[in-house]
């Protein structure tokens, strides 16, 4: 899924990057995976690639790195499964795959 989701990336024209973030708790610094950063112009977004999100564990496993991000850019967790796209209240926009495919707009919603 991170392959389809890479290629229409580039098929729409972003420049796409692979991104770490960095937290610190006290002395500890964690590290964070963030599966694609997309730059076309002055606009970015930070994806996510999950399979779902079914539990409140996998939902904070995915959106922790992009709520470490320190900028107001577009955040975004595309799912396998066919989900009305919709924001979590950390405002992170969940969309299912086919409408990221089939929508040119869809990371805008």
Request: proline residues 3%.
């Amino acid at each position: 899924m991170e392959n389809i989701i890479y290629n229409e990336l580039l098929i729409r024209g972003y420049n796409v990057d692979v991104g770490v973030v960095e937290t610190r708790l006290g002395n500890k610094r964690t590290y964070f995976e963030i599966d694609f950063i997309c730059n076309m112009a002055s606009n970015r977004y930070y994806i996510q690639s999950a399979l779902n999100i079914d539990s409140p564990e996998k939902n904070y496993q995915e959106s922790r790195p992009l709520n470490c991000v320190g900028d107001n850019f577009k955040k975004v967790i595309v799912v396998k499964d066919n989900i009305h796209p919709w924001h979590n209240e950390d405002g992170i926009l969940i969309i299912g795959i086919k409408d990221f495919l089939l929508k040119e707009n869809s990371l805008d919603l």
